[in-house]
């Protein structure tokens, strides 16, 4: 994998969390993995600018309905009833769906998430 979609593996649902614009953008910049150096730079550039932007109920919401999909269909029926709760609970204030998000990526050993920037940073 080459170095610019292991960054793009790694901030993906963080950047889908702070602004589907950013992600939109960086969707474009990749699409059909023909890279360049000044995409590269254009893509340093989203990332350094959304990490101005604070996350909303809505795009963290999404980003987490993105990582759920990991584990729908692998989860107790208790871990759904979870999940449902904590999204129907979720503000930017109480955020208990983004650590349990975490345990779940522990539990069942997704590496995808367990290396990403939304899973490692608080």
Known sequence: MES????????????????????????QLAKNNDWSTDKEQAFDKIIASTELIEPTKQT?????QHVWGYFKKIC?????KTYLILLTKLTLENDGLGPFLKLLAIKYKVTYLL????INEP
């Open 4 to 27: 610019w979609q292991k960054k793009w593996a790694y901030n993906k649902y963080w950047i889908m969390a702070h602004s589907q614009q950013a992600y939109n953008d960086i969707r």
């Open 60 to 64: 963290l919401t999404t980003a987490y």
């Open 76 to 80: 107790t029926a208790d871990e759904k």
């Open 115 to 118: 290396n990403s920037r939304l």
